[in-house]
C-alpha cells in the first residue's frame, strides 16, 4: 500500500543557474524531524529580537494525534528551463575586480556543463563525472575568494551566485549517486548541499533561492524537518522573493511521504489558491498580441489596459529577467518572453500538483479501505524536540509570528503516518 519511493512527476526547480538538477527521487525516511505552523502573523516591526533565556520544556504530545509540531533555533549570540535573460550594462564600481569574479564565476559555469554531460551520458557509474563537478565546485568557490568582501553590488551579486552554483553542483553529485544506485552515499553529499546553500548571504537577493535549495537538498539526505523549516522562512513572504511555487509542491512531497495527506492536500491547496491571481493575470497579458509599451508597462503599473497586474508577479517578472551586472529597464519583448516563461512554469507544476494530489486521493482511499486507524496510529507516536545546530541556541516554540533572528532556523518534527511493514499495527514496535 505504499507509495512508489521514486517520483519521475518532479518540480523543476531551475531558477537562474541549475542545469544539472534532473528529477526527484527520494529514498523513503524511517525517521524525520519537522513541523508545520499555522498562518503567520508579522511580529511588530518596532520589537527587536527575542531576548535571551532558558528555554522552556516543550509538552509532551504522546497522548496526541497531532501529527506536527514546530520550533526554531536562534543564536544566543545574536539576534532545464532557460528562464529569459535581462537587458542593461554595468557601470561604475570595482570594474577590475567585477571582471575577475566573474571570469571564475564563468569557468565554473563552463567545467559544470562538462560535469552536467558526463553525469547524464548514460551507461555505468563514472566516478570521474564527480571529480569534474569537483572542479566546477573549486572554480565557483575560487569566485567567492576572489570576491572577498567586497561591497560592490555586482561584485557580491557574483559572489553569492557563485555560492548557490556550488550548492547545485553538490545537489547533482548527490542525484547522480542515487541514479547509479550508490545509495546511501548520495546522503552525505545531499547534506553538504544543504549547508553550501546556507553559506548564500541572509536577506540577500538569492536567499530565497537557496532557502528552497537547502529544503530539496535535505528533503533527499531524509531531513524532512529541516526540509519544512526552510521552506516555512519561505512562507514568511520577503518583500522582493522571486515566485517559488515549486516551495508547496516540495511541501506536498515531503508530507506524502510519510503518509499524511491530509497535509499534503493543504499544501496543493496552498500552491493553487495562493497563485490564482497570479495565473488570472499570466492568461491575461499573454493572450493575444502587445506592443512593447503594453509589456514594459506590467513593471510600473498595477494596471495596464484593465489587466491588474499583482505587485508578486512584476517582482517574479524581474527576478526572471535578472543577471549579474544588468543594468537599466528591461525592453517589452524581454517583459513578454519572462511572462510567457512565467506562464508555463506554473502550468507544470500545476499539472504536477494534479498528479500527486489524485495519487494521494487513491492512498487515502486504499488506507481507510484497509481498516487502518491513522489517529490511532499516530497517538502511538510522541514529538520530541529538534537537535540545536550548535552551541549558544535556544528552541523557542513557533507561535505564528515571524521575527528576523529566527528566519532560516525553523525545524519541524512531524509523526509518520504510514501504515507499519506487514500493514498491521500491532506488529510494530
Not at 209 to 238: C, V
Request: aromatic share 8%; net charge neutral.
Amino acid at each position: 500500500m505504499r507509495r512508489a519511493a521514486c517520483s519521475t512527476e518532479s518540480p523543476s526547480i531551475m531558477r537562474l543557474h541549475v542545469p544539472l538538477l534532473r528529477t526527484l527521487c527520494v529514498a523513503l525516511a524511517l525517521a524525520v524531524v519537522g513541523a508545520p505552523a499555522a498562518d503567520a502573523k508579522p511580529k511588530s516591526p518596532t520589537k527587536k529580537a527575542a531576548p535571551v533565556k532558558a528555554a522552556e520544556p516543550e509538552r509532551e504530545e504522546s497522548s496526541s494525534s497531532s501529527s506536527v509540531s514546530a520550533s526554531d533555533s536562534s543564536s544566543s549570540s545574536s539576534s532545464d528551463d532557460e528562464a529569459p535573460s535581462g537587458s542593461g550594462r554595468r557601470s561604475g564600481g570595482d570594474s577590475a575586480l567585477y571582471a575577475e569574479v566573474k571570469e571564475a564565476y564563468e569557468q565554473g559555469v563552463r567545467l559544470e556543463k562538462t560535469a552536467q554531460n558526463m553525469m547524464f551520458a548514460g551507461g555505468a557509474f563514472n566516478k570521474d563525472a564527480l571529480l569534474a563537478a569537483n572542479k566546477a565546485i573549486e572554480a565557483f568557490d575560487a569566485a567567492v575568494v576572489k570576491a572577498g568582501r567586497s561591497k560592490d553590488r555586482d561584485v557580491v551579486d557574483l559572489r553569492e551566485l557563485s555560492k548557490l552554483s556550488a550548492g547545485w553542483v553538490q545537489y547533482a553529485q548527490g542525484g547522480y549517486l542515487y541514479e547509479k544506485k550508490k545509495h546511501p552515499a548520495d546522503r552525505p553529499v545531499f547534506a553538504k548541499a544543504a549547508e553550501t546553500f546556507l553559506r548564500v548571504e541572509r536577506f540577500g537577493r538569492h536567499w530565497p533561492n537557496a532557502l528552497f535549495g537547502a529544503a530539496y537538498a535535505s528533503f533527499r539526505s531524509g531531513e524532512f524537518g529541516k526540509a519544512l523549516g526552510f521552506l516555512q522562512t519561505l512562507r514568511a513572504g520577503f518583500a522582493d522573493a522571486p515566485l517559488l511555487p515549486e516551495a508547496d509542491l516540495l511541501r506536498a512531497y515531503i508530507y506524502y511521504q510519510v503518509c499524511l495527506y491530509a497535509e499534503a492536500n493543504s499544501a496543493m491547496d496552498d500552491l493553487r489558491d495562493g497563485y490564482k491571481e497570479i495565473r488570472e493575470a499570466l492568461d491575461k497579458l499573454t493572450k493575444g498580441s502587445h506592443g512593447d509599451s503594453f509589456y514594459s508597462s506590467v513593471l510600473t503599473k498595477d494596471r495596464v489596459e484593465g489587466i491588474s497586474v499583482p505587485l508578486r508577479l512584476q517582482l517574479g517578472v524581474r527576478a526572471a529577467l535578472w543577471r549579474p551586472g544588468s543594468r537599466g529597464e528591461p525592453t517589452g519583448a524581454e517583459v513578454h518572453k519572462a511572462l510567457e516563461w512565467l506562464r508555463e512554469d506554473l502550468e507544470k507544476f500545476d499539472l504536477q500538483a494534479a498528479k500527486l494530489r489524485s495519487e494521494v486521493g487513491q492512498l487515502e482511499m486504499q488506507t481507510k479501505g484497509s481498516g487502518f486507524n491513522l489517529e490511532d496510529h499516530l497517538r502511538t507516536q510522541s514529538l520530541g524536540r529538534p537537535r540545536l545546530a550548535r552551541r549558544r541556541m535556544e528552541r523557542w516554540s513557533f507561535n505564528g509570528e515571524y521575527w528576523p533572528d529566527e528566519l532560516g532556523r525553523y525545524q519541524y518534527v512531524i509523526k509518520n503516518g504510514c501504515p507499519p511493514e506487514g500493514g498491521s499495527e500491532s506488529e510494530e514496535e
